[in-house]
């Protein structure tokens, strides 16, 4: 059954289904877009504003039954660094979805021999390939939201976790994150029996002065009407897991595939516990003394563990306040963020399958495909496939979950990720030139359209959803203002002392 699966996913064509297939034997002639003439350029460019047909080729099962309450771990990676999956598999047992970008000569020379490998070694993990439009597109713009959805397209399972390839999750995680999924569901359960016994308070009392008008003959204003009597909480939950990073000083290894022997040689170089990440974190470096060729445990002594990015970039994790989760050690608490920061980009568990039930009779009739079929689309949002290359990417879906009134929370102490020590990416090296050359390279380009997006996001959904996590608003700066200030007090004070000095 296993194989079966892997040689599916190779005839999948971008993100669709089995029926719609190539035979394998074609396999370089592939073009990966559905075969649905008047949703096709829909289908390859997913946006806010077509967010309608971006359930077209989930794999959510039709029957709700059936649905697993389980959490697919869903990436996305280049054929060079697929090798880190290797130790991911090992510490989650459950479910792994993961789009591959490939060149056409990958494809063709390797791709078969590489499912018959992980067939093998990781029989729980699903690989889509993504093939490369042309030579330029990893560095100038890498399909990394494309490929997300392509992943996110094949879940079947209740909730989903969005990680980079580059993060190891501590072993068991995946049972962790089922027991805080069961705390949030007890919550949402006592949420909502407070909600109904408010909302039968609520509707007494509406009945009871619909009544009183009546007797008087008077009318309730459009202001007055049951919109309390028609309330009812949908509760969405974007549960945050604390990542790490293991700080080296210096680099041992040159590529992706040397850095990952360093996790081989020991295990512990990636934390494997919360009692081993607690020590990583603690540990006090020794100073670097040996050059050349330095080992797994030379490695492990001359560095520690640090909050991802926390050491130049606190706002990007800083909101789940990872030193306070890991001290208090708390295995039963939900913790929920009341707002998140701009910048805040945490990897986090949202619910996808089952969901709301959408009926393409209803869909416009430019929309309409030859054959109409229920499907069921998730419950959360999609990637936006305008963000490419680095930056932002991820940031903008954080952004719409937070406008569509998901509530944020950290899981309990329970498991974590730690990101795995590598060399600068292609995509980050382009983003960077960009960024010191202040050229209109990727970065200006990312920065413009996150803007436009943030926008797009108020006009979406201000307004017309109640919040259940808001945006953080940060305290005014008067630094400005005060250096202003000094200016001015140094500028008259100088004048004063020249005039003193010419009388």
Not at 7 to 15: P, Y
Not at 420 to 429: C, F, Q
Not at 449 to 458: G, H, I, P, R
Request: charged share 25%; with cysteine.
């Amino acid at each position: 059954m296993a194989v079966i699966q892997w040689i599916s996913a190779i005839c999948i064509l971008t993100h669709g289904s089995t029926s719609d297939i190539i035979p394998i034997e074609s396999a370089g002639d592939f073009k990966y877009h559905k075969l649905i003439p008047d949703l096709k350029q829909e289908i390859q460019m997913r946006h806010l504003h077509n967010q309608e047909t971006h359930h077209l080729k989930s794999q959510c099962a039709p029957d709700i039954t059936t649905t697993k309450l389980a959490t697919t771990l869903v990436s996305q990676t280049t054929l060079d660094r697929l090798l880190i999956m290797q130790e991911t598999c090992r510490r989650w047992s459950s479910p792994i979805v993961m789009a591959v970008y490939i060149t056409p000569q990958e494809l063709s020379n390797k791709w078969n021999s590489i499912l018959k490998k992980y067939s093998e070694q990781c029989n729980h993990m699903i690989l889509i390939p993504y093939v490369a439009r042309d030579e330029d597109e990893r560095s100038d713009a890498y399909p990394i939201n494309v490929l997300r959805n392509m992943a996110l397209d094949e879940v079947k399972t209740t909730h989903v976790f969005m990680i980079d390839a580059d993060f190891i999750p501590s072993v068991d995680l995946d049972e962790g994150i089922e027991k805080s999924i069961r705390i949030v569901m007890e919550q949402d359960k006592l949420e909502e029996q407070r909600e109904e016994e408010i909302k039968v308070e609520k509707n007494l009392l509406v009945a009871k002065k619909i009544q009183g008008m009546k007797q008087e003959g008077g009318q309730m204003r459009d202001s007055e009407d049951v919109n309390l009597m028609k309330f009812k909480g949908k509760y969405l939950h974007a549960l945050v897991v604390p990542a790490y990073e293991r700080k080296v000083k210096s680099l041992p290894c040159q590529d992706f595939e040397e850095c990952l022997k360093l996790t081989k040689q020991n295990p512990e170089f990636m934390p494997r516990s919360m009692q081993s990440l607690s020590q990583c974190v603690n540990a006090k470096p020794t100073p670097k003394v040996q050059e050349g060729n330095m080992t797994a445990t030379d490695v492990l002594n001359q560095s520690k563990c640090i909050v991802f990015h926390s050491d130049y970039y606190t706002d990007g994790h800083g909101d789940t306040k990872s030193e306070e989760w890991l001290n208090t050690m708390n295995e039963e608490q939900v913790r929920t963020i009341p707002c998140i920061s701009d910048g805040y980009e945490p990897y986090i568990v949202i619910p996808w399958c089952p969901s709301e039930h959408i009926n393409h009779d209803a869909l416009q009739p430019q929309q309409a495909i030859e054959v109409v079929q229920v499907h069921w689309a998730p419950l959360s949002p999609y990637y936006d496939e305008r963000f490419h290359g680095y930056g932002k990417n991820k940031i903008q879906q954080i952004l719409q979950l937070q406008a569509k009134g998901y509530q944020f929370s950290v899981i309990p102490a329970l498991g974590f990720l730690t990101h795995h020590p590598h060399p600068m990416s292609i995509t980050k090296h382009r983003w960077k030139l960009s960024v010191d050359k202040g050229d209109n390279g990727l970065m200006p380009s990312m920065e413009i359209l996150y803007t436009q997006f943030e926008a797009e996001l108020k006009k979406e959904y201000e307004g017309k959803v109640k919040l259940k996590t808001n945006r953080c608003i940060k305290p005014k700066s008067y630094k400005h203002f005060i250096i202003a200030f000094f200016i001015v007090i140094g500028g008259i004070l100088f004048l004063s002392r020249i005039t003193r000095r010419g009388t």
